[in-house]
């Protein structure tokens, strides 16, 4: 029997605020444990909570660029259970009426489009951070860091649409590259701020009823999540040939072992018995600031996509790479606006600049060289003052290692020191257009080479190409190739015209 997966992922996003949900105690990762609190944060009694209007607007902010419903009206719950590292045995989140509900996210997977729903977005506070590690009797305790209680976060609810492994990570990296191009989460999963449970379920093909899910919780990196979905899709589906029973249950990821295992039975709702925060009044959002947040949004992913594609004219698969982070993209604009050639600026960043930060895990915004500096370099290569191999082996890597030592100088101190007219001038790296000089280089390559000098004189024309490849080696990549190709035939020809005699 062949089965379906069915697979809904939630979403935790941190949000980029610089308080907490309902206090003023910073949000700034990496302090001193337990240094960010406050009686609210850590629900000390007589202490009350206070709405942060910012994470408001950002929850607005995400609710329309997902084309979700935005609630005028949304209640904050608390959500009870006990766990060491929520200190007031309560969460404060939103369940029976959030700020935004049925969404929907476009995502394309072998070419193929496809809506995925979101059922809702909540605004909600988080939890603290049980230490289980680096302490010396971390054998014997777990320690607790209470400065992450309070920070905002995004629920975002995903509907069981997708269907493989592969769609939920594009799932992902799509509602990850919407809350950056929006500057409402840095979604580094690393560092927590962008967390993703999953529940999935088999059934039989053509089936309609959902079978029994088991929840995956905070899987912390694309890879981790594909390989525990596929990981426990194969389980289940082994269970049920063998006619077991799947229980529903909490279930981690193990990356050393390669397993989901079990953790602990999954909750229902009615096991955190919410009710609404007595301490907070229902939240009311005025129509006249969702219209003013949506006319100051940016331009969207796919938006930005097809305007890449209709008036840079570049091919699907590029635009898609460059719209994939918004610096990027920015960075491809400005390189295309100076240098006149969106072309040549698109196949720049998707080789050599994408190769830098590939093979030093580096996101995009750390990419040393300015843009204004390689639009200079494009512009160089197209006027034909230095070759393409020049520029690619010589010129660029020197202007990138100037600039990435030159740490945090600001951009127009950069400029001067990776100008590639400078580099160019100290390296002698201008392109021999002279004929004459370029004449004494082919004749001594001809004088050098008489086994291919016969070769091509028989007949075998094709030779030319090992022949050029000398006059540039000779040149150091600085020959005009244009010329030098003109130069070698008609020296050859010459030759043949003599009886292969100089």
């Not at 949900?21 to 909570?49: A, D, K």
């Not at 976060?153 to 990570?169: C, F």
């Not at 010129?395 to 400029?415: F, H, S, T, W």
């Not at 007219?421 to 002279?434: P, Q, R, T, W």
Request: glycine share 6%; aromatic share 6%; net charge neutral.
């Amino acid at each position: 029997m062949k089965y379906e997966t069915v697979i809904g992922l939630e979403i935790h996003a941190q949000l980029l605020t610089k308080t907490k949900l309902f206090c003023r105690c910073s949000t700034e990762f990496g302090q001193t444990p337990n240094s960010l609190t406050c009686p609210v944060c850590l629900g000390l009694p007589g202490s009350l909570p206070v709405i942060n209007r910012e994470a408001v607007r950002m929850a607005i902010k995400l609710a329309l660029a997902l084309e979700a419903r935005i609630n005028l009206k949304s209640i904050f719950s608390r959500k009870n259970y006990f766990y060491p590292d929520l200190p007031k045995g309560y969460q404060i989140t939103q369940y029976h009426l959030p700020i935004a509900e049925n969404g929907r996210l476009l995502i394309e997977v072998n070419g193929i489009k496809k809506a995925v729903g979101i059922e809702r977005i909540n605004l909600e506070e988080d939890a603290g951070k049980s230490l289980h590690e680096g302490f010396p009797d971390s054998n014997e305790k777990t320690y607790l860091d209470f400065n992450r209680c309070g920070v905002p976060l995004l629920e975002i609810v995903g509907r069981p649409d997708l269907r493989s492994p592969e769609e939920a990570v594009e799932f992902v990296q799509n509602l990850r590259t919407l809350l950056q191009y929006l500057e409402i989460c840095d979604g580094n999963m690393e560092e927590g701020s962008l967390r993703c449970d999953a529940n999935l379920s088999v059934r039989p093909a053509g089936s309609t009823e959902f079978g029994t899910k088991t929840e995956i919780k905070n899987l912390n990196s694309f890879r981790f999540l594909a390989r525990a979905l596929e990981y426990e899709a194969s389980r289940q589906i082994e269970a049920l040939e063998k006619g077991e029973k799947i229980i529903q249950e909490t279930r981690g990821w193990d990356a050393s072992s390669g397993r989901t295992l079990p953790q602990r039975s999954k909750e229902e709702a009615h096991d955190y018995r919410y009710f609404p925060e007595p301490d907070l009044p229902p939240l009311l959002i005025p129509e006249n600031w969702i219209r003013e947040i949506a006319s100051s949004l940016p331009e969207l992913p796919a938006a930005k996509m097809e305007r890449f594609i209709r008036d840079y004219q570049l091919p699907a698969y590029d635009a898609r790479i460059l719209t994939g982070s918004r610096w990027l993209a920015d960075y491809f604009e400005s390189v295309a606006r100076v240098s006149g050639q969106p072309k040549q600026a698109s196949n720049w960043i998707m080789r050599e600049v994408l190769q830098y930060l590939n093979e030093r895990n580096l996101p995009p915004e750390r990419f040393p060289l300015p843009a204004d500096s390689l639009a200079e370099l494009i512009k160089l290569v197209e006027n034909q003052t230095i070759t393409i191999t020049i520029a690619k082996e010589k010129v660029y890597p020197e202007m990138v290692r100037r600039c990435a030592e030159a740490g945090d100088l600001p951009a127009d101190e950069k400029k001067k020191i990776s100008s590639p007219n400078l580099i160019i001038e100290e390296l002698g790296l201008k392109k021999i257009g002279d004929e004459q000089e370029l004449q004494k280089i082919i004749d001594e390559v001809l004088r050098s080479h008489p086994g291919p000098v016969q070769q091509y004189l028989k007949g075998k024309v094709q030779v030319i190409g090992f022949l050029l490849g000398q006059v540039m080696k000779a040149t150091r990549g600085q020959a005009d190739p244009g010329k030098a190709q003109a130069l070698l035939k008609k020296s050859l020809d010459k030759l043949s015209g003599n009886g292969g005699q100089p």
